[in-house]
């Protein structure tokens, strides 16, 4: 499923497209088509009303299918392309959605983009619910210069999914925003008639509010800070498959430092690099309590994977204070933040290891890329193979980079999303690791 932040904007997208002057107005219209009366007679008619809402349901189903489909077929034509390919396709996507947030907000003009494209829903043929879910399938096929736009801005965030089941949800959750107004109205008639009216004279407002929650996201997606963003989401440390033990469900406590941008020195104090050296601590107590307010006690399940030479390595061959990073070739944040996890580990004497998960070229491709990617480090670290993703859903919550700092005695101590973006941080993360852990635990 898509990361809670990602769920939002796409839900609130949804619900916007309802109130759109290309739908809202219209909404009188179809109540009547499923309805078989006008509104106002419906509101008079209990059971003219159950018949209404078995209709809209299927109407909202009908769109939905086709909409999940799309979301499917649009992450499916990307999943195996190359992480060049797949990185140029973001900032594209980035890009497009602007230029659409824009059209919306009535900022630039497109003349092909204003034009509609409907469905004559009157001729649509069927006994039953068939005819209010073909109806919706229609529905769902038109062009407007309202939905269109925010619909194909949707397709292409869930065209840089990094799983197809991701891109599925995407699309059902923009369905459950625009099909839940639907539905509440059919249920609610007589209580939201007198609200829904008013409303109109909102929708073109609502409109370019919508046009420019569009142009934010693609500047975000172009900058890679909506991937980050997108990380603030609880992450899914779902049971291992089968024969692993079952991860602990625990739920780190959100923090800002999951965010591209460097969190306050309150919270992320900076620690100097002579702390391997000197033996102890170089932090006060206050950033120490600091800290210990996102401590974990998440138990790790054995992981065992091939490296780049082939061996089989344990998470549990190296001893003490551990880092592992979660990382892709195609991820462009995943590299940036390399030579900052590589120069303070090793600067601190503490193992990192990399976990390769959600790639898509191929093994032997993939180790050439990882090899090239260490030979520009100082010091190489070993990265393992998750081929199947298994560890990939397990570890992260849809989205990469994901960092573990794990204790002494494998227990997942600090659950950090996102990328690094300066040393500081991890700095003083690992020196509470290394010298103020026993203090709190």
Known sequence: MPAPVSALLVFLQGVASFLSPCVLPLVPAYLAMLGGQKPEALIENPRARVRLVLNAAAFVLGFSVVFVILGQAAA???????????????????????LFGLVTMEIL???????????????????????PFLTGAAFSFGWTP?????????LLLASGSSTVWMGVGLLAVYSLGLGLPFMLISLFLGALWKPLQALKKYARLIRRISGGILVIMGVMIMTGTFTALAALGAPNLAPAP????????VTPAPVASATPTPAPAASTPAAPASNAASGQSQLT????????????????????????????VSISDFQGVRVINVLSTWCPYCVNELPILQKVTSEMGVPLIG???????GKENVIDGLNALLGQLSEPFPILLDETDEWGYALTPGSIPVTLILDADGLVRFYRPGAFQSESELRALLDFMLYRLDEYV
Not at 146 to 154: F, N, Q, T, Y
């Open 76 to 98: 499916a034509l990307t999943i195996n392309t190359s992480g060049s390919f797949r990185n140029a396709l973001t900032v594209f996507s980035g890009f497009i959605i602007i």
């Open 242 to 249: 089968d024969p692993s033990p079952q991860i602990a469900m």
């Open 109 to 131: 003009r497109v003349p092909l983009l204003e034009r509609e494209r409907r469905f004559d829903l009157s001729k649509i043929k069927g006994a039953g619910l068939i005819r």
């Open 146 to 154: 309202c939905i269109g736009p925010v619909l194909a801005s949707v």
């Open 355 to 361: 976990l390769d998960t959600f790639e898509t070229d």
């Open 285 to 312: 107590k206050e950033q120490a309590d600091a800290l210990a307010e996102r401590l974990n006690a998440i138990e790790l399940p054995p992981i065992e994977l091939e490296d780049l030479d082939g061996a089989l």
